[in-house]
């Protein structure tokens, strides 16, 4: 894309589908993202997804020279493809870039051998006994290979995990209990608990001096430091944010990718489930929170009847209910 745009001479602007702006300059690339959730389908997003096709319509009848790239999950889109039928002229040229497609087996397993196996010089290391059929049949296809490849070589430490338990969900989230359990004192490992609570950091918004209290994490608005090396293992300017030159103090921090999210997600819920379901983003739970029973995915967790009578109670009185009263958790509430 910003190739393209270069030689073009055209801008870039990237942004989640409900940012969208009012008005976009001439001449523009615009790559939206995050449909339906940034973590996993919310099953509540239809309406606000719609509204934003109709905007990107309506800026594209308003604006001279405009492109859009709308960067959407394929499963999503083939979900909820019958409700999005009035839009499908935003969908006439589809690139698909899941790891589905066999074909694509020698380009990963030659991108396996670059990523992982020549960057390690080490001959005892534990990087030698993986091979790419391991990667092939894990518990965790469902993952795109090259997430998990570049998972694996941007964590080379925890290979040895995966050898054992080929399934990088588990690998990840144990990788983040280990952390908080083992250097919970350090400020990283609690920034890391924050932003996955949060959603995201910004030094520019405001610090949820509650919450750290609650999860006893020990920091404070200052004390925030990219050059953490547990912080910076994990987290990173939002990329949306780097691509549009939003400068450090508005930026957005956010988990490298939203698979880093879903882990830590998974690995505070498991350590105190009914403190998540009070005090973590109402976003991330409708999207990975599921009632037990309910045909679960894998990313997703599921929560008992006294979890969902919590969140319910929350969303009561946040004034939510009537919003998401078609989600399953709202729906199984007792009342
Ligand atoms: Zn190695």
Redesign the pocket.
């Known amino acids: 894309m910003k190739k393209c745009a270069g030689i073009k001479q055209w801008n870039i602007f990237q942004c989640r589908f409900t940012e969208i702006p009012n008005d976009v300059a001439e001449n523009t690339i615009l790559f939206i993202y995050g449909w339906f959730g940034l973590w996993n389908d919310d099953l509540c997003s239809l309406g606000s997804v719609k509204m934003a096709f109709q905007n990107i319509v309506d800026l594209m009848k308003r604006t001279k020279n405009i492109k859009t790239i709308i960067g959407m999950r394929s499963d999503l889109y083939k979900k909820y493809h019958q409700e999005l039928v009035k839009y499908s002229d935003l969908f006439q040229h589809e690139l698909f870039l899941d790891s589905v497609n066999t074909h694509k087996d020698a380009e990963y397993l030659k991108y396996f051998d670059k990523r ?1 196996k020549a960057l ?1 010089k ?1 001959k005892e ?4 006994q993986l091979s790419f059929e391991m990667l092939c049949k894990g518990k965790d296809k469902i993952i795109g290979l090259p997430l998990r490849i570049n998972i694996l070589a941007n964590y ?1 430490d925890l ?1 040895g995990n995966y050898i054992r338990d080929p399934d990088i969900l588990k690998v990840m989230t144990d990788d983040i209990t280990t952390l908080r359990e083992n250097i919970k004192k350090t400020k990283g490992c609690n920034w890391i608990d924050y932003i996955c609570l949060k959603g995201r950091f910004s030094p520019s918004e405001e610090f949820d001096e509650g919450i750290v209290k609650v999860f006893d994490l020990r920091i404070t608005r200052s004390s925030f430091d990219v050059t953490d090396t547990i912080l910076k293992r994990y987290v990173r300017i939002r990329y949306s944010d780097q691509q549009n030159n939003v400068s450090a103090m508005k930026a957005q921090y956010v988990f490298w990718h939203p698979f880093i999210y879903i882990c830590v997600f998974h690995s505070l819920f498991k350590y105190n489930q009914n403190l998540v379901l009070k005090h973590c983003n109402v976003d991330a739970i409708l999207q990975l929170v599921r009632p037990e029973g309910f045909d679960t995915a894998y990313i997703e967790v599921s929560v008992d009847n006294h979890g969902i009578d919590l969140f319910y109670e929350r969303l009561r009185q946040l004034n939510l209910v009537e919003r998401y009263k078609d989600h399953p958790l709202v729906r199984s509430a007792s009342k």
């Open positions: 992982i390690c080490n290391c534990q990087c030698r080379h290979i």
